[in-house]
């Protein structure tokens, strides 16, 4: 009983039909009744009814169907995970990232991924998390680490959590204790320094003031952490920015304080959702899986699996 032969049976049984059988398998119509009749032989009993202008199963044929769709499925199967194995030889993944993400698993993510999967050309593209989502969702790129928009996600994304973040306020030094928390009527009546409004994390922070009634006046705009707390170490003005980015590591020059009410965000990772993830980014989140599931020794910062599709 060849595979071949299955196939040719199932292709009669769902299009009953010799002729349709044999348009769909691209072979000749003889080709798919010698090989019913010779399965019909092998079996010992007919397979199908030959009407004037049908054929239908019969008791033996319907009782081979399951085993022959079976038998082709694993087939398939087989041939599906050979070939993905080939494309983690010399595939390839495009990446989007914000910023800020040098204390996540990331890094690790893709060391150990380089590591494993040396084949895989991998590449990075750095940009703001609205322009990240158009690219995922165009095709532009297979996956991104963004910030989630406030409203969530379009259905058409899957997506895991990278970590929990927030907003806090950075100081130049002397003038408030870090367990102070700054009220956002506070940090109104500085010059700010913040975010874009190219920036998924810059809606967070509009929406937070315009929940207070506030107006949110950004004097020194950049997505560019760094530049940010430099210009609050020249006394520009505050800094509201992320608490997740090692910028922030202690520096003499300013002071890092909470919010109150909190501002708060998550860093995501996305994917287009489809019918079948490519080889490469499943590959990609089977190890993210596995290396979160490792205990860690700390100072990696957080990085839960949650999924949601």
């Known amino acids: 009983m060849e595979l071949r032969t299955l196939e040719y049976f199932v292709a009669v049984a769902e299009e009953g039909s010799f002729t349709r059988a044999a348009a769909r398998c691209h072979v000749v119509q003889p080709a798919i009744s010698q090989q019913i009749q010779s399965l019909e032989k092998e079996l010992g009993e007919p397979l199908f009814e030959r009407l004037p202008r049908q054929v239908v199963l019969t008791s033996g044929g319907a009782a ?3 085993h022959a769709r079976t038998c082709l499925a694993a087939a398939a199967a087989a041939a599906l995970e050979f070939a993905d194995r080939t494309g983690l030889l010399s595939g390839s993944l495009a990446l989007g990232t914000v910023g800020g993400l040098e204390g996540t698993l990331i890094p690790r993510l893709l060391g150990e991924y ?21 690219m995922v969702r165009n095709g532009g790129i297979d996956a991104a680490v963004i910030a989630s928009p406030p409203e969530g996600l ?9 970590l929990e973040d927030r907003i806090v306020a950075v100081l130049p030094a002397g003038g408030r204790t870090t367990g102070h928390p700054m009220t956002l009527d506070e940090a109104a ?59 922030l590591a202690t520096d003499p020059r300013f002071v890092v304080v909470p919010l109150a009410p909190a501002i708060r965000l998550r860093k995501v990772f996305v994917w287009r959702l489809s019918t079948r993830l490519g080889v490469s980014l499943r590959a990609f989140l089977d190890l993210w899986t596995e290396l979160s599931d490792e205990p860690r020794s700390g100072g990696t910062g957080p990085y839960p699996a949650s999924e949601h599709a």
Do not use: C, K, M, W
């Open 64 to 66: 081979l169907l399951p």
């Open 114 to 134: 380089h590591q494993r999967y040396p084949g895989i050309s991998v590449s990075l593209a750095g940009s703001s998390s609205p322009s990240l989502l158009t």
């Open 154 to 162: 379009p259905p058409a994304f899957g997506s895991r959590v990278l």
């Open 189 to 247: 009546r500085y010059p700010v320094i913040s975010y874009g409004p190219d920036s998924g994390v810059h809606a967070f922070i509009r929406d937070a003031f315009a929940a207070r009634e506030l107006r949110l006046d950004i004097a020194y705009a950049t997505n560019d952490v760094a530049l940010q707390v430099a210009l609050v170490a020249e006394r520009v003005g505050i800094a509201l920015t992320s608490h997740a980015s090692p910028v």
